[in-house]
């Protein structure tokens, strides 16, 4: 996020260091070019934050033969030994607030409902701790029938939207309106992301 460039590189300028910030643009193969260049240049470290937690391998590979350390910042860079560091939020902590603003707003804990909800997951390793944060408060009300899931689509692997893309959000939400709203309310969307929360709110109106 900007505010994560913005205190980052604060930090890193006060501790003597000259910051370069680069941006992969929603695209995995961007930002690994970007990274190899940067590697190319002789930085003396890296902090990455991958678009694709699958897709760093091999620049992440070529810094450690440069002996450059790696950060892997906000989402794990997977497939990998290579990584130094791994810094991250509480990922489940987040999945549970998030769905606890469903609990509490809909009242389900004090027996209101029952309600209809579908869940837009994302699609990377930091979309399964959301996920299952999420799951840990709302597996209770899904199991007494508080919440119910019309589309019957509950498991991450039905329910990830492909690179957090909302349209692709927002055209599996067409679907599922189209196909099993047509006489039912649907009170609560579960999404993990402003990306795909967007893509469900178009769909929704």
């Not at 939400?173 to 993990?192: C, E, G, H």
Request: aromatic share 10%; proline share 3%; glycine share 8%.
């Amino acid at each position: 996020t900007q505010k994560d460039q913005e205190y980052l590189t604060k930090y890193l300028t006060e501790m003597g260091y000259e910051v370069n910030v680069q941006f992969g643009k929603g695209d995995a193969n961007i930002q690994a070019s970007s990274i190899e260049n940067m590697i190319t240049s002789g930085v003396a470290g890296l902090i990455i934050s991958p678009f694709d937690s699958s897709s760093m391998t091999k620049v992440i590979e070529l810094a450690h033969e440069n002996n450059i350390p790696v950060i892997s910042y906000d989402s794990l860079c997977l497939n990998t030994e290579y990584i130094d560091y791994y810094s991250a939020d509480d990922l489940e902590g987040i999945g549970a607030c998030q769905a606890q603003y469903i609990v509490d707003h809909l009242g389900v804990a004090e027996g209101k409902g029952p309600f209809n909800i579908e869940i837009v997951a994302g699609a990377d390793n930091n979309a399964t701790y959301f996920y299952k944060g999420a799951m840990d408060v709302l597996s209770p009300y899904l199991d007494d029938g508080s919440l119910v899931v019309p589309s019957g689509q509950i498991e991450f692997a039905v329910c990830g939207t492909p690179e957090w893309d909302g349209s692709k959000a927002q055209s599996r939400m067409d679907s599922i309106l189209s196909t099993y709203y047509t006489d039912r309310r649907l009170d609560a969307v579960l999404t993990q992301n402003d990306g795909i929360a967007l893509g469900a709110i178009s769909s929704l109106k």
